[in-house]
């Protein structure tokens, strides 16, 4: 990325989202309340830079700790809040859009949501961390369900999300170093990994994505 304005560059990346036509919307956070501390940079691999949006503050369009994000099928792109408890929703150039969600347990209502990921009938996936759940709203913020898990086999502080081409949605257990595989109603199909630094063990994952395969990846944080 030679090409990108070095005052344009990420400050903190965190994330980074890839639309379909290649542009990338990297998520930018710190303690620096400025504008290039918090914000969304567009860019792409080949060094092209298409501007920032977003900033420090509480205003739409503005966010305070942003963390993961997410594109729909006609482009939009999503990020959630963990400290605010929402989600923004903007257009391909950035344009604030949206929001929703409100600081709970209640159904729809969010308690620091980290992890967001879209199924291929727009149906949006939301790893609300502190309430141990996964809730799924419409792209339009409409909620539809949440679960947990089964038993006392619960989630502890989820993460990470991804969906393959079956919908299945896998799930980064971050408190119970496991990753979970859930169907597309909310099901627990599977559940992977145990605790510990050696080849198939987990210390704290945090992310895991679907390249869209029979191959799963998933990174990890030890503590």
């Known amino acids: 990325m030679t090409g990108v304005q070095t005052c344009a560059l990420p400050i903190y990346p965190v994330d ?9 919307y990297v998520i930018s956070r710190s303690r ?3 504008a290039r501390g918090v914000r969304v940079t ?9 501007g920032n949006f977003g900033g420090f503050g509480e205003e739409d369009g503005q966010f305070v700790w ?13 990020v959630t809040d963990e ?17 929703w969600g409100e600081h709970g347990s209640a159904n729809g209502e969010l308690d620091t949501p980290s992890g967001i990921a879209f199924d291929s009938h727009d149906n949006l996936y939301v790893a609300d961390t ?22 006392e086999e ?14 299945n949605l896998y799930v980064a257990d971050w408190g119970n170093d496991c990753i979970r595989k859930f169907s597309s109603d909310g099901i627990e199909l599977a559940c992977f990994g145990t605790s510990g630094k050696n080849d198939g063990e ?17 990174s990890h944080t030890s503590i």
Request: include cysteine; charge should be neutral; aromatic fraction near 12%.
């Open 154 to 167: 619960v989630m502890s502080l989820p993460w990470g999300l991804a969906t393959d081409s079956h919908d």
């Open 66 to 78: 942003p963390c993961c994000s997410a594109i729909d099928s006609l482009g939009r792109f999503y």
């Open 16 to 24: 980074t989202a890839i639309a379909a036509d290649g542009r990338m």
């Open 83 to 99: 400290e605010l408890h929402r989600i923004l929703v903007f257009d391909r150039s950035g344009k604030f859009l949206d929001r």
């Open 32 to 34: 620096d309340e400025v």
């Open 202 to 218: 987990f210390c704290r994952p945090s992310s895991v994505s679907d390249r869209k395969s029979t191959r799963l990846n998933s």
């Open 130 to 151: 502190y309430n141990n759940r996964i809730q799924k709203f419409t792209n339009n913020g409409r909620f539809l369900m949440s679960f947990s898990g089964h038993g």
């Open 42 to 50: 567009m860019c792409n691999v080949d060094g092209e830079y298409f």
